[in-house]
């Protein structure tokens, strides 16, 4: 009789080949059963461009999207606190956690479509704005995050920007200085936002007694 042949190591390469394979038919049944963010009812579009798109996503608790697909790079600046459970191509992504007020959370999706279902678990309602990058020349990385904590009383700073902007209000009064002779432009509620185009410079300070935070995004 012939010496005894051991299969240990083929078995493990069928075995990893079969898991890689549920994972990529599990990821494209998720894709096929996703909807186009246009057409997902808890995104709300309220600019498009040809640089970016910027979407207001609100989700009440116990609230959950559809599967949609993102596939832009995209930055989400969390506004409204709640407790998200996150699917990524029909698995879950991560436990359920908190999302603290200003946060900006990045993902690059360019070349990659990717479907998402979030669903928010806790007692608050979520709501972020989701600003994706649609330019046809695009840098990298794809965003410049900027923080902007204001103190109330400071004088007016200059900001200058390469690429078209979003500033996003955190807390606060803001007031950004006229741009080409128009009068300046104030907002108060958290949630309001201002879109600056490419090469446009700009002032803002804090207006009023307390300090103001805003998130500003700009798309490279």
């Known amino acids: 009789m ?3 042949v051991k299969f240990g190591g083929m078995y493990r390469l069928i075995l990893i080949s079969l898991l890689i ?9 998720a894709q096929s059963a996703a909807v186009s963010i246009t057409d997902e009812p808890h995104h709300k579009r309220l600019l498009y461009t040809n640089d970016l798109r910027l979407w207001d996503v609100t989700l009440r608790p116990g609230e959950s999207t559809q599967p949609f697909v993102h596939e832009y790079d995209v930055a989400s600046v969390v506004i409204g606190d709640g407790t998200l459970a996150l699917e990524r191509n ?13 946060s900006v959370v990045i ?6 479509r990717t479907t998402y279902r979030i669903e928010n678990k806790g007692t608050t309602d979520y709501r972020a ?9 695009k840098q990298s990385p794809p965003f410049v995050v900027s923080d902007l904590m204001l103190k109330a009383g400071a004088p007016e700073s200059m900001h200058q920007h390469m690429g078209a902007t979003i500033i996003v209000l955190i807390s606060g009064t803001l007031q950004q200085g006229g741009i080409g002779g128009e009068e300046p432009v104030r907002i108060s509620q958290p949630g309001q936002w201002l ?9 803002v300070m804090a207006v009023g007694a ?3 935070r805003a998130i500003e995004i700009e798309v490279r």
């Not at 394979?21 to 049944?29: D, E, G, H, I, Y």
């Not at 993902?107 to 990659?112: D, F, I, V």
């Not at 704005?129 to 020349?137: L, S």
């Not at 879109?195 to 002032?203: D, E, N, S």
């Open 210 to 212: 307390t300090d103001a």
């Open 21 to 29: 394979a549920s994972s990529s038919a599990a990821s494209l049944v």
């Open 90 to 102: 029909g698995e879950a992504a991560a436990p359920p956690s908190p999302n603290a007020r200003g």
């Open 129 to 137: 704005f989701e600003i994706e990058n649609v330019h046809e020349q």
């Open 195 to 203: 879109a600056l185009p490419r090469f446009q410079g700009h002032t």
């Open 2 to 4: 012939g010496t005894p």
């Open 107 to 112: 993902a690059e999706h360019t070349g990659r």
